[in-house]
């Protein structure tokens, strides 16, 4: 009997609103980190002095230590509430890959979020340029808030394009080897994946781990907190990706050899919609470009 959630369909509302709640959990828990780290973590004074600066419920009552309020702890537990709400109603959309176990769907989970991310991004740019050119009021945190942003996007899109199997390989001797020889291929890429990963969390880690306990900011007027947060994230996406490729070579081992052209990157779907988008306007099957070329010609005769 099929799980509930493989009712739901691609696309539906709770699969964005999900992950937009768990980027509100996340940048909730990621700005009052420092009441976390004061509470669980090394006590500093200059940790204190910069939370009582960050702080936006300074007036809600504390509930764990002494800078915990209900919120931070709300949204701490909405975090993994939230992500596994995710991960069990996220839908395979029809132009994604195939393979769907426990990390494929946790990989696409955070692909939504990524695509939130975009949408939120994309958002912050929009308000600073109408405030910066229209209203000649422009702000001090959108710029890092966007360069924040986008550092986010940038590593967790590898994480979903690992699983979708979409990073640029060159298939030309690839194809050409019997299947055996490219499982060996696959060893070898997937093992290089691995050791890379152990080595960079192997020498990172130290580093990662200050620049978090210190809760280190990026030193302009807003301050966001982008090298205590980044640099982690780093080390948790590479590992994660290195989990995903191992996933991929075990899930891809017993699949039939596949020979790439050209032709794969051509979206039939989108051809199709672009023919009846252009045979609304009038021009049917027509060649749009040979068209306006005897329109042109037409003019000047």
């Not at 940048?27 to 702080?55: E, K, N, S």
């Not at 210190?214 to 205590?228: L, N, Q, S, V």
């Not at 891809?252 to 009846?276: C, F, G, M, T, Y």
């Amino acid at each position: 009997m099929p799980q509930k959630a493989e009712y739901l369909k691609s696309g539906s509302l709770i699969e964005w609103l999900v992950p937009l709640a768990f980027i509100v959990c996340a940048a909730w828990v990621t700005w009052h980190m420092p009441a976390f780290i004061l509470d669980w973590g090394v006590y500093t004074q200059q940790l204190d002095t910069q939370f009582d600066r960050l702080d936006v419920t300074p007036n809600m009552p504390v509930v764990l230590g002494e800078h915990i309020d209900v919120v931070d702890l709300l949204a701490l537990l909405g975090l993994p509430l939230f992500a596994v709400i995710g991960v069990r109603t996220v839908r395979r959309a029809a132009m994604e890959f195939e393979a769907w176990g426990p990390l494929d769907r946790l990989s696409v989970f955070i692909g939504r979020v990524t695509m939130m991310l975009i949408v939120l991004l994309t958002s912050v740019m929009i308000y600073e340029v109408i405030l910066r050119y229209v209203f000649e009021a422009p702000t001090l945190w959108a710029n890092e808030l966007s360069l924040w942003l986008a550092g986010f996007v940038f590593l967790c899109s590898g994480l979903y394009a690992m699983q979708q199997r979409s990073h640029i390989r060159i298939f030309l001797i690839y194809d050409m080897l019997p299947r055996a020889a490219q499982r060996v291929c696959d060893v070898i890429s997937t093992a290089l994946i691995a050791l890379f990963a152990f080595f960079l969390i192997y020498g990172g880690y130290g580093e990662a781990f200050a620049k978090f306990n210190r809760w280190e900011t990026f030193g302009t007027a807003f301050d966001p907190p982008i090298p205590a947060t980044i640099k982690p994230m780093v080390l948790f996406v590479v590992a994660m990706v290195a989990v995903q490729a191992v996933i991929n070579l075990i899930s891809d081992w017993n699949a039939e050899p596949v020979i790439h052209s050209a032709a794969d990157d051509i979206d039939q779907d989108e051809i199709e919609r672009l023919k009846k988008a252009v045979g609304a306007d009038g021009v049917g099957d027509m060649d749009v470009t040979r068209s306006a070329v005897h329109t042109s010609k037409a003019g000047h005769e």
